[in-house]
């Protein structure tokens, strides 16, 4: 079993973000190197790509404080994201940005837990791409590619679409945090509501195809998380949380309260993804006119999409374009970020 | 002795207390547009109409935003809505409506039905939120404010880090107005599900924590106890301060270069209410959770 998995893994991770013909040393192409936004390696010559958890100093589990060897079940996704050069490709990626702070970028086993996602952190400057994050989005993609009649999705999706798009979807959200903080951008709304709009917004730059994957990767996480782990509060299922966490904790009884449960930074899943889906319609109509036709978006929360979609335009215009090389940009767009597997609908 | 008060004053007084230099100067501009403040007469709601009249809230309220040197006119309209809320469009103009006052009246006669100070206190606080939340999205769209995020989370974020401005008698009023309110619909509407989801107003319980959040990292000794006593959650508590500097920073960025800065200490020093809720022991606000308790003076 744990040989089928890793193989999946590797299989789904072999099939992610594909395209550049990428060099056999893990560096980035002199054309699209940024030198404020680098591969933070642990050890000389890993590439960004370390071989332990993140070491916590300040974590009240002793064994936490130092770092810890990767978890053998996830050896496999790092070699994969290795070959696939998968931070490489995302700091070309973002390569067009010019940042008045260094922005680091690895991956790593994080904390050690098998629901551990990427993150950004605004004390160190760095994002932080946990492995373990690939096997949760392959858990669920496995469950919505086989369950897309029930879950009634409203566009057929494949395993690989939806594990391409949703991690680049997470990387993005995660990117959002790192430029609101990296150039001091003004957030009036909730900051993750922020982030998600600015992964989708990005999306939505790149084209029908690569919109599609992204956005569905996301609205789809989030409607696996409303409907099957009954995320929304009040209807809360233990099986968001660590399968070792005390119900007697006090943040776990809050997240199983149907009031405390909104005190939460994030939206509610089912918010999330309206959200996203409204400023996809927003952005292209062409593009997403079928989620409107399988009414996945309310008639009166249409009706405001577009306002949503230029809110988002404006923001971007005011905040972060300034800070875009337009010349590295064309080059940027001009790449081809995901493998034809993975664009195509199912 | 028995004090009196005034209602629904809005204030979008730009107060940046961080900032003891002056602002600079509202942007080059020679004429900046007006502020106008209409009564719609009104068949459902006679007596709400009447009481706002008769208190001068329009003469207040464009008092009170007279600092502002926007570069197009803002018109506040209060009327007859058939709705709680009219969302704005741009252009204007800002809607209050008379049905959504009225709401916060009965629900306020709901929570306090014998204590009639705590009663009016929820009404004026609540009140004050929403002019001061729809006020919010007119100045958004007259200076084209980049807003990150959804609108009506930053119209309150906006609208709460006004009423953290004018001193803690402001700030209890508005604060502890706005989340008991905002509790009591939470408690009693039916809970949200599904579709309710794609509202793109946030659920009333999100926008208690939101309030309250920022409360809390804008005034600790008032509002700390929100943090101590877990009403808010530690995974929440963490972040109140982040919140709170976030909309400090916005603001300063994108609205304090409007705001005139020798106009803003008059309203500043304008009292604003002639009653204090923290000297009515029979408010029940000492008692509230989310207001605090004061930490005591160490001994000398």
Known sequence: MKAIVQALMLTIVACWLPGLTAPAAAQVPPEFSNPKIVLFEEQKGDGGYWTTTLPDPQNSDSSRRLAQPISPG??????AMMQRHVLEEYVEFLSPLRLPRTYRVFASDCSGNAWDSPYYDS???WMN???SFIGDAAAKADYLAENQAKMKLWTPVSKEQLIAGLFAATVLHETGHAIFDL???PVFGREEDAADQMAAFIALQFGTETARTIIKGFAYYWGYEAVVDKADPGAVAMSIFSPNAATEDSDTRCLQDAFCAFSDMHGTASQRMYNTLCLAYGGDHAAFQDLIDAHWLPPDRVKNCDNEYRQAYLAFSKTIYPFIDQAQMAKVKAQQWFQPEELKEK | MKRTFRTAT?????IFPVLAAAAAPARGQTSHGKITVEYGSSAAFAQIAADLKERKVSEELQQFLAPLQLPKDLKITARDCGAQTVPYTPGGPVTICYDSIAQIVEEAKKIYPQDAFSKNLVITGATIEVVLHETAHAIFDILQVPIWGREDDAADRLAALLMMQFGEDMEKVTI???TTYFKALADSEKAWSGSDYANRAAPDAQRYFNYLC????????????????GTIPQFRAADCSHEYQQIVTAFYLRIMPYVDPDAMVKVRATQWLNWSPGNAASAGTQQNPNLGNAPTPAKR
Do not use: E, H, K
């Open chain 1, 129 to 131: 791409m946990c492995y």
């Open chain 2, 176 to 178: 502890y107005g706005t």
């Open chain 1, 74 to 79: 996830r050896v496999a996704v790092r070699q």
């Open chain 1, 123 to 125: 004390a160190n400057r």
């Open chain 2, 214 to 229: 920022i409360a809390a990292a804008a005034d600790p000794s008032i509002f700390g106890g929100a943090l101590r006593t």
């Open chain 1, 183 to 185: 150039l001091s951008v």
């Open chain 2, 10 to 14: 809005v204030t979008f007084c730009l």
